[in-house]
């Protein structure tokens, strides 16, 4: 037997008794043809998988990219928010004050001083309206308008006299929006019909 293999072994390597090899025949591959077909097809079903799974990862960053860059476009012109509520409150003040300064200064009030404070408050009042426009913070005027609850708080009920109801026939306090966003609401008083 062990005769045999060696036998066997040497005819393979001299080329004795197995006849000529002919380079033209193609190795026989050990898959068949349909299970290289199926094999393909689960290739393909995997490369499917694979391009959908990267273009949702590709969506879903772009998707996180631009939310990002919004929040950081949100925090550049609203980070200020707080800042603008604290100022709008040294705008009433001053405001106020100017109101008062303006009765005093009357043309039938003979003191010049008084006027002249009058003059240097309104000439600081519409200073602080133009910063306050410049970076984007406005002073709501609702007067005449519809009542919208994302804008105002209603603090009394007028009347209607020459307004449809829910109409705002006052304004208590101004309110103030940054960039369109409320930041104050203002106080109104809305329009009713009287009840005779």
């Known amino acids: ?29 050990p898959l068949s043809d349909c299970a290289l077909e199926h094999k393909a ?12 799974r990267y273009r949702k990862a590709l969506a879903d960053s772009e998707n996180v990219r631009r939310r990002t860059q919004k929040f950081v476009e949100d925090a550049k012109l609203f980070g200020i928010q707080s800042f603008c509520r604290d100022l709008v409150e040294v705008a009433d003040i001053l405001e106020k004050t100017a109101e008062s300064a303006a009765e005093e200064a009357e043309p039938c009030n003979p003191n010049p001083t008084m006027k002249k404070i009058y ?7 519409a200073k602080l309206q133009s910063v ?20 105002h708080e209603i603090v009394c009920h007028v009347p209607a006299e020459g307004l449809q109801p829910g109409t705002i026939a006052l304004v208590t306090q101004d309110g103030y929006k940054l960039h369109g966003r409320t930041i104050r609401h203002a106080l109104v008083g809305v ?6």
Do not use: W
Not at 41 to 52: A, F, G, N, P, S
Not at 135 to 141: D, T, Y
């Open 1 to 29: 037997s062990p005769c045999v293999f060696s036998t066997a072994a040497q005819q393979r390597s001299t080329g004795d008794e197995c006849g000529p090899e002919d380079p033209r025949e193609e190795p026989r591959h």
């Open 41 to 52: 097809i689960k290739l393909e079903e995997q490369v499917r998988d694979l391009t959908e």
């Open 119 to 125: 003059e240097g408050l309104s000439l600081i009042e």
């Open 132 to 151: 306050f426009a410049k970076h984007g913070l406005q002073k709501m005027n609702p007067v005449g308008g519809k009542y919208d609850p994302y804008d």
């Open 191 to 196: 329009a009713v019909e009287s009840q005779e």
